[in-house]
């Protein structure tokens, strides 16, 4: 089946952690008819069970579990790597960068030269309003077989 590219944007909260977790239960209760029909009853019986692994993958975020702050290029399997700084200056044009300025980025992101460059990872970073307050967090990554 290959890898799949994903995104999502979540309201702003301070712990990037929480937010991933939120994120990731409202995917799971999304598709959860899904996971039903494969024995799978909640989030955390999916994430000890196995059942990912046997199906590639779910090719969303459900695939990650942890918010790290690394170095770029060294989150591992399963994490999420915050990018903020002189990264987002980078792939960005500003350490605040708009929802738009993100979701523009991501949609070039196809041409190889975007975070995360491994399958099983993601990134997040914030994303700002016109006056610089931060008014969500983007979560992206690639994930599956």
């Known amino acids: 089946m290959g890898a799949s590219s994903w995104s999502y944007v979540t309201p702003w909260q301070a712990q990037e952690q929480r937010a991933l977790e939120a994120l990731r239960e409202e995917v799971f209760a999304r598709d959860a008819g899904y996971w039903r029909e494969l024995g ?3 989030l955390a019986e999916l994430d000890a ?3 990912l692994e046997e199906e590639g993958g779910a090719h969303s975020v459900l695939d990650v579990r942890w918010v790290v702050r690394c170095e770029a290029d060294t989150e591992g399997v399963g994490e999420v790597r915050v990018v903020e700084g002189a990264e987002a200056v980078e792939l960005f044009g500003t ?3 708009s929802r738009e300025a993100v979701e523009s980025a991501l949609a070039r992101a196809g041409d ?3 975070p995360p460059f491994g399958r099983g990872s993601g990134c997040c970073t914030a994303v700002h309003e016109d006056g610089g307050r931060a008014v969500g967090l983007c979560f992206w ?3 599956g077989d």
């Open 112 to 114: 190889g030269w975007f």
């Open 141 to 143: 990554g690639v994930t």
């Open 40 to 42: 799978v009853a909640s």
């Open 49 to 51: 069970g196995g059942v």
């Open 95 to 97: 350490p605040q960068p």
